[in-house]
């Protein structure tokens, strides 16, 4: 079964920076997609940005210009780098990873932006 462990979380005043990781336990070239989704309180959880096996990126339009996604094949992790952080960034961000029919999720870690 895999994992998946999100990590880097934490509080930061608006316009600073964070980098959230999400290690994997097993290789993650074995996975199509992986990617970073987020949900704030009453809100439904969507997607922020997404990177294929073949290192194809998508970001929402939201945080085009501010995050940037990577991956690290041989520690089997992926990265988001956030800059420019805004308070309406606040929400847990999931770690996802499909490959068809499967799609797992991480357990989430809170980003808070304080005004």
């Known amino acids: 079964q895999v994992q998946l462990v999100e990590s880097g979380g934490g509080l930061v005043q608006a316009g600073g920076s964070l980098r959230l990781s999400c290690a994997a336990s097993?290789?993650?070239?074995?996975?199509?997609?992986m990617g970073w989704y987020r949900q704030a309180p009453g809100k439904q959880r969507d997607s922020v940005a997404a990177?294929?096996?073949?290192?194809?990126?998508n970001y929402a339009d939201s945080v085009k210009g501010r995050f940037t996604i990577s991956r690290d094949n041989a520690k089997n992790t992926i990265y988001l780098q956030m800059n420019s952080l805004k308070p309406e960034d606040t929400a847990v961000y999931y770690c996802?990873?499909?490959?068809?029919?499967?799609?797992?999720w991480g357990q989430g870690t809170q980003v808070t932006v304080s005004p």
């Open positions: 996802m990873a499909g490959w068809y029919p499967n799609t797992v």
């Open positions: 097993g290789s993650i070239r074995t996975f199509t997609v």
């Open positions: 990177i294929t096996s073949g290192g194809s990126t």
